[in-house]
């Protein structure tokens, strides 16, 4: 999974971290 924290920003995000509830939902492409 690949979010997106800011526009244009690809940052990978690691399976212990995913597994929170963030706050990029805007910013999630859904990829």
Do not use: C, H, N
Not at 9 to 22: A, G, H, R, S, T
């Amino acid at each position: 999974m690949v979010r997106y924290t800011q526009p244009g920003i690809l940052l990978p995000v690691p399976e212990e971290v995913d597994d929170q509830d963030y706050e990029f939902e805007s910013y999630d492409l859904g990829s």
